[in-house]
């Protein structure tokens, strides 16, 4: 399995199209691959191992580096930081990186695989209540607690994934009522920006963090979250490495908003979208449909 080069773009988008489909018909697929300097690359769609505590279930570290052949693997921080409502420092806070990144030196995952964080596990585990504007709720093993923006960049600053999923106002369970529903993108759209002005920037590319982040995208419909999305496309995209959906049923509104079409030269047309089914507890990487041909379409900026 090919590993990324230092000179290699973090994703780049392919000119293959789907075999079912015309030049011309927009249900063709985006396919690309994800690079990450020391890591295997990740070619799109494809499949990353669910992690519990940072362990694939059921499979030991060193077999999954010599028998597996997936690329890389979702983790939760809420896995990680029970101690931090005790005024205490999480132990991951505390593990030096040896051989790669003090995420992987933690969990003793092989070097060569991605890691993607996120706030919170695949599938969580439903909050009693909903989330203030402070802060996520995230489930640990000593019960919930709140997440905030700082704190989170703070994580990821030291433990260094290589992907990060920014926090995102997502229920999950029963879905909220309007008056919730109605802050849902409004704190988002506040957290997202607050994570990216907190987390250190990368030596190659002063304006770019040093992980790379992915927006979440939420699970209401397209006009609900209209603002955020716009947001994301004229304000943050060249700060951001991707996109994380949560419900499959958004991706055909993506390339169908004039403001993320590649007509309009839009950024968001040529990052990697990420997709995650809770329900069966699974995660991969998937690509919109482009309404645009192979030519028109631009590399991720970085």
């Known amino acids: 399995m090919a590993v990324g080069a230092l000179d290699q773009p973090f994703f780049t988008l392919h000119d293959e199209t789907s075999i079912d489909a015309a030049p011309s018909d927009p249900r063709r697929a985006r396919l690309g691959r994800i690079s990450v300097k020391g890591r295997r690359t990740l070619d799109t769609p494809n499949f990353l191992a669910i992690t519990s505590r940072g362990v694939v279930p059921h499979i030991s570290p060193d077999v999954v580096g010599e ?6 693997v979702y983790t939760a921080i809420e896995d990680y930081v029970e ?8 132990p991951i ?6 051989n790669s990144t003090p995420l992987h030196s933690f969990t003793a995952l092989p070097p060569s695989l991605i890691t993607v964080m996120s706030p919170r596990r695949s599938p969580a585990v439903s909050s009693p209540q909903g989330n203030p504007d402070s802060g ?11 997440l905030g923006t700082q704190r989170y960049a703070e994580y ?23 008056k919730r529903a109605s802050k849902m ?9 607050k994570f990216l002005s907190e987390l250190s920037k990368s030596p190659e590319s002063p304006d770019a963090p040093a992980t790379a982040v992915f927006a979440p995208i939420l699970t209401r419909d397209y006009q609900s979250q209209f603002e955020y999305i716009e947001h994301i496309s004229e304000d943050l995209a060249p700060a951001l490495s991707g996109l994380a959906f949560y419900s ?8 169908q908003t004039p403001s993320l079409t590649a007509s309009s030269a839009s950024p968001l047309t040529s990052l990697p979208l990420r997709m995650r089914s809770s329900a069966r507890s699974r995660s991969g990487w998937t690509s919109s449909p482009s309404p645009t041909s192979p030519s028109q379409r631009t590399p991720v900026s970085p």
């Open 67 to 72: 028998q597996t052949e997936f690329a890389g």
């Open 83 to 90: 101690k931090a409502t005790r005024g205490g420092v999480p």
């Open 93 to 98: 806070m505390r593990m030096p990186a040896r």
């Open 136 to 146: 996520l709720s995230i489930f640990t093993s000593t019960g919930f607690q709140s």
């Open 156 to 178: 990821a600053n030291y433990i260094k994934p290589d992907i990060t999923i920014a926090l995102g106002d997502l229920p999950y369970g029963p879905m909220p009522g309007k």
């Open 185 to 193: 993108s409004e704190r988002t759209t506040m957290w997202v920006d």
């Open 248 to 255: 499959s049923s958004l991706l055909p509104d993506i390339p």
